[in-house]
């Protein structure tokens, strides 16, 4: 049973323009959400989370949209550069904080052409 | 800048073989937490330790993981026998644990593991 989904494995789009990445979870104790990008040969790194006491998190060129009701969350890309190319991961948490376990989607390929 | 760092970074053994992975965390995280992520996959987690003590075990994939922190700081993960299915990249995390905050968990590079 996947927890976490994240239903397009991949998203082409063009410099300068906006990148939409998203991602569906299922369970409702999840109250932390967070985004991941990963490099070929490289671990993930942070990129923004948001509880889910907000809907809205921002920090420069990204923003997270949480929507509760849907059990749906997205990553805004704005503008789209083409070193943002690369694997996204969306993960969730339980519990009040990101210090338990994660449960990771799958992944989306994002590639950005110039 | 001090990271997390993993080694080896790459591991290439025979079934059967017993392998062991170290992680050293950002100095002054309190948490460390191990992950398994095969092909195509998002990373799976296996445990977590705050400071020396192992919190959550019960999804290690089967008898033949282990991992242990012995003195809150670095951690080793091994696999005895291991098989075929085995092959994956092996991530650790660690964050730092404040009360009434939330902690983002920072990743190593990986360890590749090719089981032949």
């Known amino acids: 049973d996947q927890q976490v989904k994240q239903n397009s494995p991949s998203l082409s789009v063009q410099e300068g323009r906006i990148s939409i990445l998203n991602c569906d979870y299922t369970?409702?104790?999840?109250?932390?959400f967070l985004w991941y990008k990963k490099y070929p040969a490289e671990g993930p790194t942070f990129l923004i989370s948001i509880s889910s006491i907000k809907d809205k998190n921002e920090d420069g060129r990204f923003t997270v949209f949480l929507n509760k009701s849907a059990k749906h969350l997205s990553l805004h890309i704005v503008p789209s550069q083409p070193g943002d190319s690369a694997v996204y991961f969306c993960?969730?948490?339980?519990?009040?904080?990101?210090?338990?376990?994660?449960?990771f989607g799958g992944g989306t390929r994002l590639m950005v052409k110039p | 800048d001090t990271g997390v760092s993993q080694d080896p970074r790459h591991k290439i053994t025979k079934r059967g073989q017993n392998v062991t992975f170290r992680c050293d965390p950002i100095?002054?995280?309190?948490?460390l937490y191990w992950y398994r992520q095969t092909l195509g996959q998002g990373p799976e987690f296996l445990t977590y330790?705050?400071?020396?003590?192992?919190?959550?075990k019960s999804r290690l994939l089967s008898d033949r993981f282990s991992a242990e922190r012995p003195k809150g700081s670095f951690s080793t993960l091994e696999i005895q026998r291991t098989e075929q299915g085995d092959s994956a990249m092996y991530l650790c995390?660690?964050?730092?644990?404040?009360?009434?905050?939330?902690?983002?968990?920072?990743f190593g590079p990986g360890t590749r593991l090719t089981v032949l």
């Open positions: 993960a969730a948490s339980e519990g009040g904080n990101a210090g338990n376990m994660l449960t």
């Open positions: 330790f705050q400071n020396e003590a192992q919190l959550e």
């Open positions: 369970n409702s104790m999840f109250d932390y």
């Open positions: 995390a660690s964050s730092l644990a404040r009360t009434g905050r939330t902690d983002t968990q920072y």
């Open positions: 100095s002054e995280h309190n948490r």
